[in-house]
T-cell receptor, first 115, second 111 residues
Framework: DTGVSQDPRHKITKRGQNVTFRCDPI?????LYWYRQTLGQGPEFLTY????????KSRLLSDRFSAERPKGSFSTLEIQRTEQGDSAMYLC?????????????FGNGTRLTVT | AQSVTQPDIHITVSEGASLELRCNYS??????LFWYVQSPGQGLQLLLK??????LVQGIKGFEAEFKRSQSSFNLRKPSVHWSDAAEYFC?????????FGTGTRLTIIP
């Protein structure tokens, strides 16, 4: 169990640029979640996958955001035309089954700064 | 909709003193409740969870929490804090497939 891995740890980008983050879950976990955390707030749910299927998307996930999990393993989160309001910590988490049976294991996050 | 309230934004306690962090939840049925801890620049680590059964649950690092349905609360406690407990603590509720977090309580430990 190597834990949930996120890359990069930090990303600084100019407004209007596109960015992509990667998450590698714990290998046997079939659920993968993306959360966003701003300063002084708790993590907010963005979306989640079961295997390669994206099962739910939050209203927070605007059209500029897209997430994929093409082979049911790693996932990517892309933000197009970044805005300063996108600056946040993006957290990935994985679990073995539904939340009730298997609590989420979180990665260390990707901190995005939009200048 | 499910929600969590953590009324204390920041708590300061002396090392060796007892600790209680408050959490109130809103959910229509029996919730699944969690406490997570987050150190600066890090992800979240699960401290403990409540699904059913005994309302007093034990977690890692000497933490415990008590589920009180009548008060819709799930407060976190520790009898004697250590300097290494300084961190941000998040209560979370889940009734379906996703966690809803509170805004967190930042814990500062003074010598």
């Amino acid at each position: 169990d190597t834990g949930v891995s996120q890359d990069p740890r930090h990303k600084i980008t100019k407004r209007g640029q596109n960015v992509t983050f990667r998450c590698d879950p714990i290998s046997e976990h079939n659920r993968l979640y993306w959360y966003r955390q701003t300063l002084g707030q708790g993590p907010e749910f963005l979306t989640y996958f079961q295997n390669e299927a994206q099962l739910e998307k939050s209203r927070l996930l605007s059209d500029r955001f897209s997430a994929e999990r093409p082979k049911g393993s790693f996932s990517t989160l892309e933000i197009q035309r970044t805005e300063q309001g996108d600056s946040a910590m993006y957290l990935c988490a994985s679990s073995l089954t539904g939340q009730a049976q298997s609590p989420l294991h979180f990665g260390n996050g990707t901190r995005l700064t939009v200048t | 909709a499910q929600s969590v309230t953590q009324p204390d934004i920041h708590i300061t306690v002396s090392e060796g003193a007892s600790l209680e962090l408050r959490c109130n939840y809103s959910y229509g049925a029996t919730p699944y409740l969690f406490w997570y801890v987050q150190s600066p620049g890090q992800g979240l680590q699960l401290l403990l969870k409540y699904f059913s059964g005994d309302t007093l649950v034990q977690g890692i690092k000497g933490f415990e929490a008590e589920f009180k349905r009548s008060q819709s609360s799930f407060n976190l406690r520790k009898p004697s804090v250590h300097w290494s407990d300084a961190a941000e603590y998040f209560c979370a509720v889940s009734g379906n497939e996703k966690l809803t977090f509170g805004t967190g309580t930042r814990l500062t430990i003074i010598p």
